[in-house]
């Protein structure tokens, strides 16, 4: 993402092509991902508690939104693009912030991005398996199509990338709207027996801590629009 222009003195600096709305829909479709599609199994897996599920989720969005509003008053502090780069650049100088860019760029963005378009991949191939595992070539070949096309979308275009956010962005949220319309019917005609106990579980350190890691995973992203300050047409705003 990114398109460039030269100003009148010579220098190269970002167009600021990406609204409020834009940026909202960067914020939510990158929170509201595949992750919290996954993410809940994780979570009740480890604890076997509904209501130890229910806390867990709370306490990581109390610690997301944590991060996101400290991330909010960087982006408007130091108005660079680059988001953790930009501020451990600032903050302690070029080389931790080209440590943490690299460790970025090879392990922490190539291992998200492969675990979301592997779910993209495997969403899109189950209904053609409806009583067994899709094939996994199947699903890795169409999770490398899908990395392949958006990453050409970003580097082409920055208007069409914000476009294809915002219509993804809004399927997501329908998605979930109906998931939640229908868990809360369903609890509402009196199915609540999953909530008998509810404090009955598995507490051990070990899987405890995987359950957090599976609920902030879902809540990640939050820091995202830190990275296209300079693309944002009021980053203030």
């Known amino acids: 993402m990114g398109e460039e222009t030269q100003a ?16 909202v ?4 479709g ?17 604890t076997q508690s509904v209501a130890a599920s229910l806390i867990i989720w709370l306490v990581s969005g109390l610690l997301s939104t ?6 909010a008053e960087l982006g408007t502090s130091i108005s660079r693009s680059g988001g953790d780069y930009a501020y451990i650049y600032t903050a302690f100088g070029p080389l931790p912030a ?19 378009a592997l779910t993209f991949g495997h969403y899109v191939v ?3 398996f409806p009583e067994c595992d899709p094939p996994q070539d199947a699903v890795k070949l169409l999770a490398a199509v899908c990395l392949c096309v958006l990453t050409a979308i970003n580097c082409i275009s920055v208007r069409w990338t914000m476009r294809i956010q915002d219509v993804f962005t809004t399927s997501k949220l329908l998605a979930l709207v109906v998931i939640i319309i229908s868990g809360l ?5 009196g199915h609540v027996e999953n909530f008998r106990n509810a404090f009955d579980g598995e507490y051990s350190a070990g899987n405890v801590a995987l359950a957090f890691y599976s609920g902030l995973f879902a809540f990640g992203g939050w820091n995202y629009l830190n990275f296209v300050t300079e693309e944002l047409q009021d980053p203030y705003k």
């Open 8 to 23: 009148d003195d010579g220098k190269v600096t970002l167009k600021r092509k990406i609204t409020l709305f834009n940026g």
């Open 66 to 71: 944590l991060g996101a509003l400290c991330y």
């Open 126 to 128: 189950k209904p053609f």
């Open 98 to 116: 080209f440590l943490r860019m690299w460790i970025a760029l090879l392990i922490i963005r190539p291992t998200t991005q492969a675990i979301v």
């Open 30 to 46: 990158t929170i509201i991902g595949s992750g919290i599609f996954i993410s809940p199994t994780g979570v009740f897996i480890n």
């Open 25 to 28: 829909g960067i914020i939510i």
């Open 185 to 189: 019917y369903y609890i509402g005609i």
